[in-house]
Every structure is written in C-alpha cells, then in structure tokens.
C-alpha cells in the first residue's frame, strides 16, 4: 500500500499533459483528487475514469478559484494534502515581435494565478498542520534563452516565490518542492513538428508521465525529508 493511499491533491491544468499524468499516477496510489482546467467535458470525462475525483472547470486566473478549489476538496473529501499549482501556457517570440496580449495572458496565468493558488492552499495548509505545495517550474526558471525571455521570467518568478516559501513555511509541516522539465511533449508545444530548431535539440522529447514520477517521488518522500527542486530533462536534450 502507497504512503499516499487516501490523501486528497487539487491539480491546476490537469485536463492534459503534465497535470493529467501526475493526477493519473497519484491515482494509481489510492490519491483523491480535484481537478482544474478550463475545459469541462474533458474533464468530466477524467471525473467518470478515474476514482475519488471530482473537477472544477473554469478560468484559472479567476481571482475567486482558489477558494472554490480548496472548498471543493473539504466539501467532497474532508481533507487537502497536495495542491499542484501546474496550469501554465508559453509565449514566446522576440522581444520586438512577440504578441503582447498572449504575453499578458501568459503573466496571468503563470504568475499572479499559481501565487493566488499558492495563498489560498498555503494558508489551508499551515492550519491544517501540514501539506505538500509543488510547483510546475520549467528549466527556463534557471537559465534563459533567445526568445524565451517572457516565459523564462514567469519560470523564475516561480522559483523565487517557492524558495521562500520553504523558508517561511520550514517547521511547520508543510512543504514546498517546484519540478523544473526540460522539453516534454505536451499540448503545450502544438508547434513541435513545424520547429525543426526544437526537434534538432530535443529529438525525444519527454512524456507526461516522466514528469509525474518525479512529482510522485517527492510526495512519497517520509515528512522528515524535503526535495525542494527536480529537474527532470530529456537526456538527448542539448541546450
Ligand atoms: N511541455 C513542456 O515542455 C514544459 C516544460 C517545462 C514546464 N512546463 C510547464 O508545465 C505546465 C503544464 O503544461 P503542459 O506542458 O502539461 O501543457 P498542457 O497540456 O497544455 O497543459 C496546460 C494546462 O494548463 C491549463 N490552463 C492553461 N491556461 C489556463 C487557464 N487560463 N485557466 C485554467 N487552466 C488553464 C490547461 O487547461 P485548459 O486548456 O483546459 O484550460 C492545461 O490543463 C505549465 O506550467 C508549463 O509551463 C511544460
């Protein structure tokens, strides 16, 4: 029987990608589970797969989702361990070039939406005397690349935020880890086959479920250990 077997994690973009295969991983180990996105019917059909989970679909960057998030759990499971703040989209271009308005958009989500969420669970947490907040980082939170500033900046906010927030939170049960992938095949990268710079150096790019064992594996920890960072990176991958 997994350590995990009946704790409760709410994921942010777990309609697809990284989001779905950790949920489907934390399943398989007995994980209730409250999932968000923007796309209802797919997560219905998530809802009607998968055990002991329940779905929210809506805009992340809805300042009122966090708290319908958290409620959702208590209201159906009685309880919130994990909180995977994990929804996230990428703009990118050069700087005279990039399209503003998908710019902002990305801001919103991957900043002021993943710290909204983050308040919202953290302060749940610290009452309920422990948890696990983890964050979707990117390795662009730890190195920048020609038109990738944008995005690379909302990867190092990230990363600011969650180091000191494991300073903060240090003693008090909860603790705070970021999973930084390199290339992983997602939704997220429609555009794969049509950027022939990427696949020359990503040529096998990860899967999901790569990323979710390493989510996995930090959650599974005994509580007297942290893993604040993995990165997790194609091994072929050379930039
Ligand atoms: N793929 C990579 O190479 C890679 C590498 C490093 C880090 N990451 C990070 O991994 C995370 C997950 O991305 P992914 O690669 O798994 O791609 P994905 O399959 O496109 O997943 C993105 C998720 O975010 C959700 N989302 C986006 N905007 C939203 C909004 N406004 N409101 C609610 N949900 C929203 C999407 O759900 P809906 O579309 O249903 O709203 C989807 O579930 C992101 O933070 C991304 O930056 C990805």
């Keep these: 029987m997994s350590g995990l077997e009946g704790k409760v994690a709410v994921i942010t973009g777990a309609t697809s990608g990284i989001g779905l295969a950790t949920a489907e991983a934390l399943s398989e180990r007995g994980v209730k589970l409250v999932l968000h996105g923007r796309r209802g019917e797919i997560l219905q059909a998530h809802a009607a797969r998968l055990p002991n989970c329940d779905v ?12 319908a998030l958290v409620d959702l759990a208590m209201k159906r499971f009685g309880r919130m361990d994990i909180a995977f703040a994990n929804a996230g989209l990428i703009a990118s271009g050069p700087v005279d070039d990039i399209d503003l ?5 990305m801001l919103r989500v991957n900043i002021d939406a993943t710290f909204r969420f983050a308040y919202t669970a953290l302060r749940h947490m610290k009452k309920a005397g422990g948890g696990d907040m983890l964050f979707t980082g990117s390795v662009l939170g730890t190195k ?3 038109n990738a500033g944008p995005y690379a ?10 180091e000191s927030l494991r300073m903060e939170l240090a003693g008090t049960g909860v603790r705070v880890a970021v999973v930084e992938p390199g290339l992983v095949r997602t939704d997220l990268h429609r555009d794969y086959e049509v950027r022939p ?3 020359q150096s990503v ?10 064992r390493a989510v996995v594996f930090a959650v599974e920890q005994p509580a007297s250990v942290l893993i604040p960072r993995i ?4 091994s072929g991958q050379n930039v």
Excluded: F, H, N, W
Excluded at 101 to 105: E, G, I, L
Excluded at 203 to 212: E, F, G, I, K, S
Excluded at 231 to 234: A, F
């Design 56 to 67: 929210l679909a809506g805009d992340i960057a809805d300042p009122a989702t966090p708290d």
């Design 101 to 105: 308005d998908a710019m902002s958009d």
């Design 144 to 146: 920048t690349r020609p």
């Design 153 to 162: 900046a909302t990867k190092y906010a990230v990363e600011a935020l969650a």
């Design 197 to 199: 710079e990427i696949a």
């Design 203 to 212: 040529p096998q790019p990860l899967t999901p479920a790569d990323v979710a």
């Design 231 to 234: 990165m997790v990176l194609p």
